[in-house]
């Protein structure tokens, strides 16, 4: 089976990784499978984790076209809980962990599943496909509510202009109805080109609300505890990001994990200390060739940091104090 989309990073994530023929990798976003292919030719086993029920679904007609590899085993749930998953299959610890962070390439295409604007859908964006839609949160919640989290998570100065707008413009049910409302609060003006041409603004509040709605960031900081737990010393956590709000709580995660300390995140909760860092020194940021950004435009924005695991025992909840 072809991969539908191109992995993102992929010889610089497998280059961090260093998979071994017998080690045992965790996909935390399983997503296409772009990283668990490359992962299984290197010999390695992979465990493949994602709240997606598409990707599964995928992911075990790929299994059965290729004869039902025993070296893939599929987890359909959270990347949060990884430990949980691994410990029901009698694991205690595994050579790397990979994440790659946010929505897939797949679930943007996807018109049905609401998360873009580039074609009109229903305003869904759900990656768990249950509970809270974005059309649910937009028609329901107060008005206050829809502007924070339009500022903190789409770091969106005009939040309280738009979400006015958002209010009066209820009820909304597709992803057209939610773009032209933000659109039209903060005048954008799609005909002007060149130099002066605006960045569409529905940007932000998409990337708000979807956040929001899929819990991304509290996720991203439990799958970062969860892989601190799981890997073997000597193991490899890497992680891929997209915006700066995952890419600040990974930086941060890893500095700390390593024995610095920062001056925190207001989404990351801060570690007093750390007497035994249980990573070494993480990486400096990776970014993409401008080939690789030439060959595939979703890469631009992708940022990738790794560090090895130290023998340290992993941390406890307590040692970390509140944001």
């Known amino acids: 089976m072809n991969a539908p989309h191109i992995p993102v990073l992929l010889d610089e994530v497998v280059a961090a990784l260093d998979p071994k023929p017998g080690d045992l990798i965790i996909d935390a976003t399983f997503g296409a499978g772009g990283y668990t292919r490359r992962i299984l030719e290197s010999g390695a086993t992979v465990h493949a984790f994602d709240r997606d029920p598409d990707a599964i679904a995928a992911g075990q007609l790929w299994g059965e076209t290729c004869g039902k590899d025993p070296r893939l085993v599929l987890h359909p749930r959270r990347f949060s809980e990884l430990a949980q998953g691994l410990a029901e299959a009698g694991i205690a610890g595994v050579r790397g962990v990979v994440f790659d962070i946010g929505v897939s390439s797949m679930q943007l295409d996807q018109a049905a599943r609401g998360f873009a604007f580039s074609s009109d859908g229903p305003l869904d964006m759900r990656m768990s496909q249950e509970g809270l839609s974005a059309a649910d949160f937009l028609n329901d919640a107060d008005e206050g509510d829809i502007a924070d989290v339009l500022y903190r998570y789409g770091e969106e100065r005009q939040s309280r202009r738009i979400a006015r707008a958002i209010v009066a413009a209820r009820p909304l049910t597709t992803t057209g109805q939610f773009a032209a409302v933000v659109r039209k609060a903060l ?27 899929n819990g991304e960031l509290d996720e991203l900081i439990e799958g970062l505890a969860a892989a601190e737990k799981v890997l073997l010393p000597g193991g490899r956590i890497v992680v891929v990001s997209f915006h700066s709000l995952e890419d600040r709580i990974v930086k941060q995660y890893l500095r700390e994990a390593a024995g610095a300390q920062g001056s925190g995140s207001r989404h990351l909760p801060q570690i007093a200390s750390t007497v035994q860092p249980v990573f070494e020194k993480p990486s400096a940021a990776i970014r993409p060739t401008a080939e690789e950004e030439a060959r595939n435009p979703r890469s631009r924005s992708a940022t990738l940091r790794w560090a090895v695991r130290t023998p340290a025992p992993a941390r406890a909840t307590g040692e970390r104090q509140a944001a």
């Open 187 to 213: 005048g954008y003006r799609p005909d002007i080109k060149g130099p002066k041409a605006q960045k569409d603004p529905a940007t932000r509040s998409f990337q708000a609300v979807r956040i929001h709605i």
